[in-house]
């Protein structure tokens, strides 16, 4: 009986142990500690961290350094920094391990992407076109699956000054029910209105909505 009590306490003993040096479950609303993802080889370059995505870096962090995340904002975690400014990092820079790359899990906010840097310097000097904010993507159609299809639907949309779109015409089709997918997914957009000199305008521009066929 006594044999048994000696290895029923080893095989917790060993259990607890196994998990370690594994990652602790985080509060929901709490901000992450992680680490910079170490690269495979000898001398891993370091990461930049930026202001805004759009801008150059403006410092540059270590294999191994611990950061602090606050959020998740497109591609980017938005960090703490040293002196309590925001700073920007890639969500693939940071790791919740050391040892291995472990995700850090925070909801995904649409935000800015580096495509969109050239609409993002056009709203700095006052006079821009239509910013999309948000865009979810179409819904691919049974009938277009079917056939294979992949292409781009084009569409000249007017963006009126409170950044819903409207008119919605369709001037290059693709059919299979793929027109009306992109048309729905559109009316669904959120633009950031153009501006003239700081001022908000109506403004008609042209998207493509593309569709892409996958096994």
Known sequence: MRAWKYLLAFVIMVSL???????????????RHGYVLCAREKNPSPVPIYEHPCKPPVGELKCGEPVEVVSRKGPYFQMRAADGSERY??????SQSKKKFVAIDLPFV??????????????????????????????YSVEARNAKISGSVELSIAVGLDGIPHDIVVTKSLGYGLDE????????WKFDPATEDGKP???RI???VSFRYYK
């Open 17 to 31: 142990n196994a998990g370690a040096d594994e990652p602790k479950p985080q509060e929901p609303n709490a901000s």
């Open 89 to 94: 990092v890639g969500v693939t820079s940071v």
């Open 110 to 139: 649409p935000w800015l992407n580096v495509a969109d840097c050239s609409a993002f310097h056009e709203k700095q000097s006052g006079t821009h076109r239509p910013i999309p904010l948000y865009h979810p993507d179409p819904e």
């Open 181 to 188: 997918n992109a048309v729905a997914a559109v009316q669904q």
């Open 201 to 203: 305008i109506p403004a």
């Open 206 to 208: 042209t998207v493509e």
